[in-house]
């Protein structure tokens, strides 16, 4: 079946410009996740969406960083006013998020380079 | 932050030769994960450990888990050049409000010489 999706594959912006990055799970997971992963570095998890519970939000860096899900799907990370310290990768995943299923799947990520 | 601390941060074998990965943390965790991500861009997974198991295999991987010192090693047997790639230990945090968001190492960039 299809995996996870994000959009765009790469992203250039210049500084202070808003960004939106979006992300389509694997269909029947209720389970999303946002990572950023700077260069050579690990991932940093940004913010959880579980089925209609309140998001998760204790990992985004500052109030310029929102993230919606539409309809239990789809994701969309905001990045308001863009700062070059905001380039990296942003990795999405999603999950069952049942017990022996807590395997997290990946999208490929947006590569967000800001001038 | 990050909980993880991988070590070594890079390692080179001959293609044949085993590779071993370690991952230490800093709290008490429902499972442990190992990824590997090619190319800087999308993860995939590897192998999942639960805080109350102490070994797993898969394949060419088998991955121990020692939770009195906090720590976990990957073990790849006969590793290929296709192996070559970075991998990361992830640890799912154990305690009231995890949502299983999973806590990332640094990583370690294996490189498999053919």
């Known amino acids: 079946g299809a995996g996870v999706s994000q959009s765009p594959s790469n992203k250039v912006t210049e500084k202070g410009k808003d960004v939106e990055l979006r992300c389509d799970p694997i269909?029947?997971?209720?389970?999303l996740y946002w990572y950023r992963q700077s260069l050579g570095q690990g991932l940093e998890f940004l913010i959880y969406?579980?089925?209609?519970?309140?998001?998760?939000k204790s990992g985004l860096p500052s109030d310029r960083f929102s993230a919606e899900r539409t309809g239990g799907s789809v994701s969309t990370l905001t990045i308001q006013r863009t700062q070059q310290e905001d380039s990296a990768v942003y990795l999405c995943?999603?999950?069952?998020?049942?017990?022996?299923?807590?395997?997290?799947?990946f999208g490929p990520g947006t590569r967000l380079l800001v001038l | 932050s990050q909980q993880g601390e991988e070590d070594p941060q890079a390692l080179s074998i001959q293609e044949g030769e085993n590779a071993t990965m370690n991952c230490s943390y800093k709290?008490?965790?429902?499972?442990l994960q190992w990824y590997r991500q090619n190319s800087g861009r999308g993860l995939v997974h590897l192998i999942l450990?639960?805080?109350?198991?102490r070994e797993k295999h898969s394949g060419r991987l088998r991955v121990t888990l020692d939770t009195s010192k906090k720590s976990s090693s990957l073990l790849i047997t006969a590793s290929r050049a296709a192996d070559t790639a970075s991998y990361f230990c992830a640890t799912a945090p154990r305690g009231s409000g995890n949502t299983g968001k999973l806590i990332f190492g640094q990583g370690t960039t294996l490189q498999v010489k053919p």
């Open positions: 969406f579980q089925g209609n519970s309140a998001p998760d």
């Open positions: 709290t008490s965790i429902n499972n």
């Open positions: 269909s029947g997971h209720t389970a």
């Open positions: 450990i639960r805080s109350n198991e």
């Open positions: 995943a999603s999950s069952s998020h049942q017990r022996g299923r807590e395997t997290q799947y």
